[in-house]
Nanobody, 130 residues
């Protein structure tokens, strides 16, 4: 059984930084999973934040976080990361990591569509105060 567990959320003032982690346990070889981060604020739809291919070489970001957030993965540790800098109050949301199993990860903005991911973590809350 594949399980994703996120950590690293918290409360921070605007302009601050946080680093989210997501550990994948169970399942297949880690590099067979395409991975992404999503977020959902109260009353809003789930939004794709960033996605990364299995080898870690290519990533895609939502325009709202480009140049502030960095997605990365450590395949040896079966861990996905999201480094968040210059945080804004509008970044406040519950952040989820998600994966789907594939030998060919979707690239570009299609990788930020929640419907292509079939395994989700429970989420970690990020709150940014002004």
């Amino acid at each position: 059984q594949v399980e994703l567990v996120e950590s690293g959320g918290g409360s921070v003032q605007a302009g601050g930084s946080l680093r989210l982690s997501c550990v994948l346990s169970g399942g297949d070889t880690f590099t067979n999973y395409c991975m992404g981060w999503f977020r959902q604020a109260p009353g809003k739809e789930r939004e794709g934040v960033a996605a990364i291919v299995s080898g870690g070489g290519n990533a895609v970001y939502a325009d709202s976080v480009k140049d502030r957030f960095t997605i990365s993965r450590d395949n040896s540790q079966r861990t996905l990361y999201l480094e968040m800098n210059a945080l804004k109050p509008e970044d406040t949301a519950k952040y989820y990591c998600a994966v789907y199993h594939s030998s060919a990860c979707v690239l570009r903005t299609s990788a930020l569509k929640a419907r292509i991911y079939n395994i989700w973590g429970q989420g970690t809350q990020v709150t940014v105060s002004s």
